[in-house]
């Protein structure tokens, strides 16, 4: 099994502003995914983030706006940029290539 | 475009009830399929994994099956208890080949179990 430190748990920011969302593995992972859970919905994922290489956005996510980095096996990042209401979610990272898969505890972040 | 449905959105039981989560996919091309549960603003912990030549799973007083075929799966959860209030969340990983092993979640089943 994997455990996954993510920080913060929470936070509510001013609009406009970023955060950036820590994920710390306790082993080495290639892939790590972050994913989006909007209120009242299910997860969608926003990216993969491989070490060593640019992390793939799925449709509808731009690196602008959510900038990823993965400076090595056990440790990337996520940047929510120019934050506005709507951005408004948990943000959880996840790894396991599907065997089982892990989440961390996830980000509660509210933009005011 | 692998599509995922959960039904019903919320259940609530009293407690000790044998009850049935029902998870439907659209395309049976799976490499598997994964229960998971996630308390209220909190992260998905994961419950059971039934790889695609795998018919079910248990755990304790879970049970998940799998038939892929159909592209259905179910949780079963025996004598409930107050703290299997959760969300339920069924995913499935596609079959791709390529390696990918990206989650594609239902919206999940809110179970209240009552005292």
């Known amino acids: 099994s994997a455990v996954i430190s993510q920080k913060p748990s929470r936070d509510i920011c001013q609009r406009g502003t970023s955060l950036t969302i820590q994920c710390q593995v306790d082993s080495q992972v290639t892939m790590m995914f972050w994913y989006r859970q909007q209120p009242g919905q299910s997860l969608t994922l926003i990216a993969t983030?491989?070490?060593?290489?640019?992390?793939?956005?799925e449709s509808g996510f731009v690196i602008d706006k959510f900038p990823i980095s993965r400076p090595n096996l056990t440790f990337s990042t996520l940047t929510v940029s120019n934050m506005s209401p709507e951005d408004s979610s948990i943000y959880l990272c996840?790894?396991?290539?599907?065997?089982?898969?892990?989440f961390g505890s996830g980000t509660r972040l509210t933009v005011v | 475009k692998q599509e995922v449905t959960q039904i019903p959105a919320a259940l609530s039981v009293p407690e000790g009830e044998n009850l049935v989560l029902n998870c439907s996919f659209t395309?049976?091309?799976?490499?598997?399929l994964q229960w998971f549960r996630q308390d209220p603003g909190k992260g998905l912990t994961s419950l059971l994994l039934i790889q695609s030549s795998q018919r079910e799973q248990t755990s304790g007083r879970l049970n998940a099956s799998l038939d892929k075929s159909s592209g259905r799966s179910t949780l079963y959860i025996a004598a409930s208890q107050p703290g299997d209030s959760a969300t339920y969340l069924c995913?499935?990983?596609?079959?791709?080949?390529?390696?990918?092993?990206?989650?594609?979640f239902g919206k999940g089943t809110k179970l209240s179990v009552i005292p």
């Open positions: 983030a491989n070490q060593g290489s640019e992390a793939t956005y």
């Open positions: 995913a499935v990983i596609p079959y791709s080949g390529a390696g990918s092993y990206q989650l594609t």
């Open positions: 395309d049976s091309a799976i490499y598997n």
């Open positions: 996840s790894v396991g290539q599907g065997q089982p898969t892990y």
